[in-house]
């Protein structure tokens, strides 16, 4: 089997690696990829960009491969797969339409709401007089989202009214700007991945992202600065509830819509007093957490992702896991998530080999004029690690994140401890 993957973050590094092992896959294509994706695939450029759909069928068509996987949100909702899928080449990830689960929350809370999935409560609203109702009426922590796609920058969770008011209004002067006010839902947050073929769905392993910028989750969000994976601290049933009460409805009514969910169904839940509830969906994998969750999955994923792109995931056999711990940690540039400074050398990465186990995923990485690796953008690598313990995997990965150089860079030194310290609970 001959596999491109779209994409250029870390996420995109740690698929193409998990394919490269895939004894099924033959060849790995990268486009455009990443100089850390280049070492083990091979990258093409996507000259049209990411939101090229006709592009990427023709690169797709071009290199006669067998299955395209997609990464990023922006391709997807741009209908980047139902333009490889008229290639007549299968394809993993949703089409324009069921990617609005993602790229519209207002959708996604409608299509919740026609499920029965429980989620927060919310008020959509066109208008600032609208907003201060609904902030009225849902009371304090003021959770207020942008309803399309924001990079994960959407968001603001604030005891402050005046500052929930000025992110509605910021959503709101954009042209077609809706906002979402929500019920804030207490709780610790968990990433579930559910693959989907549009009927079936199959959970992978859940995992815990670290959204804020800063230790003790202060500061700004980010797209996520760490993850961890297995959670031993949730429920063992987390998975299977999380599937019936929320993936399959929402993937049967999909199907019901005429727009069934090929892909990733990203759960992001809290799990509160009264039970898991969806904070989000995404129509992709999640961005630190695939890379855990993908150093922990024994079963060869270039199997799985075709099973689920041609509608054979009721074929695939129960998952294989292993029990390891994998903690991975983001490092950001200078700055971020503010404008990143780019151009800084990056040095150490051949030292991470050093630490057992220990690998490191590019991001925003690139080669400069003289081939020397280069900062280039704002999350520049995912450094993994795993081990028999959380702690000891904790211990490698930041032993590892001590090896790498890159000047004014930032990266969180509390991943996964509130879970190595038993901290966590449900509700
Ligand atoms: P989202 O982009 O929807 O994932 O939101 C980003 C982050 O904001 C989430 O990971 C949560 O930490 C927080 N958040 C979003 N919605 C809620 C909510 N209803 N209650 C509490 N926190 C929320
Ligand atoms: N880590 C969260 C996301 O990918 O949106």
């Known amino acids: 089997m001959k596999v491109l993957v779209i994409g250029t973050g870390a996420r995109e590094h740690a698929i193409v690696r998990a394919l490269a092992a895939d004894p099924e896959v033959d060849a790995v294509i990268a486009a455009p990829g990443n100089p850390g994706i280049d070492a083990v695939a091979l990258c093409e ?43 007549g080449i299968p394809c993993f990830g949703p089409s324009a339409e069921a990617a609005r689960l993602e790229g519209s929350k207002s959708f996604a809370k409608e299509v919740m709401a026609a499920a029965e999935v429980p989620t927060a409560l919310a ?61 804030y839902l207490e709780g610790p947050e968990v990433s579930l991945f559910c693959l989907c073929d549009g009927t079936t769905v199959l959970p992978l392993a859940p995992a815990q992202d670290f959204k804020r910028v800063g230790d003790n989750d202060e500061g700004p969000n980010t797209g996520g600065m760490g993850a961890y994976s297995p959670l031993d601290w949730a429920p063992a049933s987390l998975a299977d509830e999380v599937v019936s009460r929320i993936a399959q409805p929402a993937v049967d009514e999909m199907a019901r819509r005429g727009a069934p969910f090929v892909g990733v169904l990203f759960v992001g839940l809290a799990l509160t007093s009264r039970g898991p509830r969806v904070i989000e969906f ?42 390891q711990h994998a903690v991975t940690v983001v490092i950001a540039s200078h700055n971020y998530p503010g404008t ?55 211990e490698r990965v930041y032993e590892a994140v001590d090896k790498v150089g890159l000047e004014g860079s930032h990266h969180r030194s509390d991943i996964a401890l509130a879970a190595e310290r038993q901290e966590l609970h449900v509700g």
């Open 340 to 394: 990143p400074r780019t151009g800084d050398p990056i040095t150490g990465l051949d030292d991470v080999a050093d630490v057992p186990t220990a690998y490191v995923m590019h991001a925003g990485t690139a080669r400069d004029d003289d081939g020397t690796l280069v900062s280039a953008g704002g999350r520049v690598l995912s450094v993994v690690a795993l081990g028999d313990s959380l702690s000891q995997a904790r």
């Open 123 to 183: 008020h959509v609203c066109t208008t600032l007089e609208g907003v201060q109702e609904a902030l009225d009426a849902l009371g304090a922590p003021h959770v207020v989202k942008d309803d399309g796609l924001a990079a994960g920058k959407g968001v603001v969770v604030t005891n402050d009214r005046n500052a929930a008011i000025d992110h509605a209004r910021a959503c709101l002067e954009k042209e077609g700007g809706r906002v979402v006010i929500e019920e």
């Open 282 to 323: 995404n129509a992709r994998f999640g961005d630190p957490e695939t890379q855990v969750v993908l150093a922990r999955l024994e079963t060869p994923l270039g199997g799985l992702l075709a099973a689920a792109a041609t509608g054979r995931l009721g074929q695939v056999g129960p998952l294989r896991w292993s029990d």
């Open 45 to 87: 450029p996507l000259p049209g960009g990411l939101l090229d759909g006709g592009g990427i069928a023709a690169l797709a068509r071009a290199r006669e491969v067998d299955l395209v996987v997609i990464g990023p949100e922006a391709p997807l909702v741009a209908g980047a797969a139902d333009a490889v899928r008229e290639a």
